[in-house]
T-cell receptor, first 114, second 116 residues
Framework: AQSVTQLGSHVSVSEGALVLLRCNYS??????LFWYVQYPNQGLQLLLK??????LVKGINGFEAEFKKSETSFHLTKPSAHMSDAAEYFC????????????FGTGTRLKVLA | EPEVTQTPSHQVTQMGQEVILRCVPI?????FYWYRQILGQKVEFLVS????????KSEIFDDQFSVERPDGSNFTLKIRSTKLEDSAMYFC??????????????FGDGTRLSIL
């Protein structure tokens, strides 16, 4: 079965610093991968998706992620953190066995320090 | 931009009572899902629904749970006899394509269910 691991349940960065949120997946075939953001008391908003078209994926709000098959990773980055980026970030993988569900990581709460 | 809407935003129910959570998926979407997130834990898949039937359900989705698409717009999750451990945030999602398409799932803002 697919699984997703997000290293670091809490990450703190200074405003203007690089944001790096880690995601590793387990899959024998390249999956579809997604990053979602959840602001307080809100739902899950799609940041970006990897669907095998390009390994470097650009998303909304200046975020991007790189699919590295050799490392089974899909880490999320942003060059310069803004206060408004403070939220919880979830990595998800879509099943590849003909089912349709997402499997989510445990989430990483990003704190941005002034 | 079209969005998935969920009502109510917060539901408080006595243990043992039935509860219905409502969702209006995006209108041209074909696949529908329910997920839940217990406080402090990760988002877990409950059930997927396509072509008016359940396409997959998780171990969590036992006989106490049911889903229905009663008309062309609503998608509901019913918990027949709620338990304390059903307290969670429940998310509805929809997508145009299934898991092997490049169409992502769009999520609603969730219903926070509190069982007393």
């Amino acid at each position: 079965a697919q699984s997703v691991t997000q290293l670091g349940s809490h990450v703190s960065v200074s405003e203007g610093a690089l944001v790096l949120l880690r995601c590793n997946y387990s899959s024998s075939v390249p999956p579809y991968l997604f990053w979602y953001v959840q602001y307080p008391n809100q739902g899950l908003q799609l940041l970006l998706k990897y669907t095998s078209a390009a390994t470097l994926v650009k998303g909304i709000n200046g975020f991007e992620a790189e699919f590295k098959k050799s490392e089974t990773s899909f880490h999320l980055t942003k060059p310069s953190a803004h206060m408004s980026d403070a939220a919880e970030y979830f990595c998800a993988v879509s099943e590849t066995s003909g089912t349709y569900k997402y499997i989510f990581g445990t989430g990483t709460r990003l704190k941005v320090l002034a | 931009e079209p969005e998935v809407t969920q009502t109510p935003s917060h539901q408080v129910t006595q243990m043992g009572q039935e509860v219905i959570l409502r969702c209006v998926p995006i209108s041209n979407h074909l696949y529908f899902y329910w997920y839940r997130q217990i406080l402090g834990q990760k988002v877990e898949f409950l059930v997927s629904f396509y072509n008016n039937e359940i396409s997959e359900k998780s171990e969590i989705f036992d006989d106490q749970f049911s889903v229905e698409r009663p008309d062309g717009s609503n998608f509901t999750l019913k918990i027949r006899s709620t338990k304390l451990e059903d307290s969670a945030m429940y998310f509805c999602a929809s997508s145009q394509g299934g898991g092997r398409s490049n169409q992502p799932q769009h999520f609603g803002d969730g219903t926070r269910l509190s069982i007393l």
